[in-house]
T-cell receptor, first 114, second 111 residues
């Protein structure tokens, strides 16, 4: 069974630009969660999608958005990039939700904002 | 906000020794999970323990949960170089749809 894949693996953007990150969950998993990981703040929850519906959202500004498609693939978008958005963005999938069962993580997308 | 806080922040031990790390949390939980992160394999799930469980084992790993003290511990026995990683606890904090993570314990196994 293929694992969680994320594309691209690395991104370099400049302030003010926008970026779209993609996540393909494990086949059959309907829940996809997104996290931002930085050295100073650890893992911060961004949002969780299940069957194309956002069930929960973390404490991030509206510049951070996401969606999930009917095949469970998910994208997240960050508009008007700021220097502080530089981070590792992790996507994780699980059958029904993070709180119920283990999450399987992708390798992450390393975003650098210059 | 962080629900879990791991202790210690860093731990360095000799190969073959046991490593214990702790996690404390603030609100009631349904379950608590431990994950490991290293540069080679990314973030990997280790154990999930539910609020009605007190102890769980998986290979060389032993997790305990004390809901009265709002704390959990992860014990790695007979440590190996490959155990070098950061270890995180994550709780559902009563929410069905998200996990809240601690800052992690950085474990270094010296050969």
């Amino acid at each position: 069974k293929a694992g969680v894949t994320q594309t691209p693996r690395y991104l370099i953007k400049t302030r003010g630009q926008q970026v779209t990150l993609s996540c393909s969950p494990i086949s059959g998993h309907r829940s996809v969660s997104w996290y931002q990981q930085t050295p100073g703040q650890g893992l911060q929850f961004l949002f969780e999608y299940f069957s194309e519906t956002q069930r929960n959202k973390g404490n991030f500004p509206g510049r951070f958005s996401g969606r999930q498609f009917s095949n469970s693939r998910s994208e997240m978008n960050v508009s008007t990039l700021e220097l502080g958005d530089s981070a590792l963005y992790l996507c994780a999938s699980s059958p029904t939700g993070a709180a119920y069962n283990e999450q399987f993580f992708g390798p992450g997308t390393r975003l650098t904002v210059l | 906000s962080q629900q879990g806080e791991e202790d210690p922040q860093a731990l360095s031990i000799q190969e073959g020794e046991n490593a214990t790390m702790n996690c404390s949390y603030k609100t009631s939980i349904n379950n608590l999970q431990w994950y490991r992160q290293n540069s080679g394999r990314g973030l990997v799930h280790l154990i999930l323990i539910r609020s009605n469980e007190r102890e769980k084992h998986s290979g060389r790993l032993r997790v305990t949960l004390d809901t009265s003290k709002k704390s959990s511990s992860l014990l790695i026995t007979a440590s190996r170089a490959a155990d070098t990683a950061s270890y995180f606890c994550a709780t559902d904090a009563g929410s069905n749809y998200q996990l809240i993570w601690g800052a992690g314990t950085k474990l270094i196994i010296k050969p």
